[in-house]
């Protein structure tokens, strides 16, 4: 089993930042993909952001030039530095991994953190 940790949400004025990182531990031996989604009140969820396990971005075109993400593989964590906010961005972010161990393969998913944008 892997568990996921979330932080960094909160309440930011549109034009601010915030950063949300995501800690996984837990029966892993190698960590693929790793994500960010996120859920608008009435909405699906989308995919943000997301990384290989080399290291290759891809964005959501809402987000891109905005939003960057990273990943530490040492650490299996994977951080969403967001930019530039609008009350858009205002969401539920879900971080999302798939890890691999002896026995196979699985998706996660965190808790999920709010992100406000509002002046």
């Known amino acids: 089993q892997v568990q996921l940790v979330e932080s960094g949400g909160g309440l930011v004025q549109p034009g601010g930042s915030l950063r949300l990182s995501c800690a996984a531990s837990?029966?892993?031996?190698?960590?693929?993909?790793m994500a960010w989604y996120r859920q608008a009140p009435g909405e699906e969820r989308e995919l943000v952001a997301a990384i290989s396990s080399g290291g290759s971005p891809r964005y959501a075109d809402s987000v891109k030039g905005r939003f960057t993400i990273s990943r530490d593989n040492a650490k299996n964590t994977v951080v969403l530095q967001m930019s530039s906010l609008t009350p858009e961005d205002t969401a539920v972010y879900y971080c999302?991994?798939?890890?691999?161990?002896?026995?196979?393969?699985?998706?996660?998913w965190g808790q999920g953190t709010q992100v406000t944008v509002s002046s």
């Open positions: 837990g029966n892993i031996l190698r960590m693929g993909d």
């Open positions: 999302y991994v798939h890890a691999y161990n002896y026995i196979g393969d699985s998706g996660y």
